[in-house]
């Protein structure tokens, strides 16, 4: 079984930065993909960015040049770098990794979610 705990989420004036924080916990033998997803209230939830193994990254056109993705293979985290942010992004925000384990399987992991409010 593998954990994720989020971190970092809070309420920030429009203009703004935070920093959110996942780290993957539990029977883990190798993490392909890691991410951060967010849902507003009465929408999908929608991919916000990834990054690969290879640290390859992608993101959503809403948040291109705004947010940066990273992470740490070591300590098995994830990070969302989110500067000037918007009332638009308001959102709980998951992360979500990627497992494959020792017989090439995958798996999806999915955080319990971390609330972001950007307001005045």
């Known amino acids: 079984q593998v954990q994720l705990v989020e971190s970092g989420g809070g309420l920030v004036q429009p203009g703004g930065s935070l920093r959110l924080s996942c780290v993957a916990s539990?029977?883990?033998?190798?993490?392909?993909?890691m991410g951060w997803y967010r849902q507003a209230p009465g929408k999908e939830r929608e991919l916000v960015a990834l990054?690969?193994?290879?640290?390859?990254?992608n993101y959503a056109d809403s948040v291109k040049g705004r947010f940066t993705v990273s992470r740490d293979n070591a300590k098995k985290n994830v990070y969302l770098q989110m500067n000037s942010l918007k009332p638009e992004d308001t959102a709980v925000y998951y992360c979500?990794?990627?497992?494959?384990?020792?017989?090439?399987?995958?798996?999806?992991?999915w955080g319990q979610g971390t609330q972001v409010t950007v307001s005045s």
């Open positions: 539990g029977n883990i033998f190798f993490i392909s993909a």
């Open positions: 990054i690969t193994s290879g640290g390859s990254t």
């Open positions: 979500n990794t990627v497992h494959m384990d020792y017989s090439g399987n995958y798996y999806s992991y």
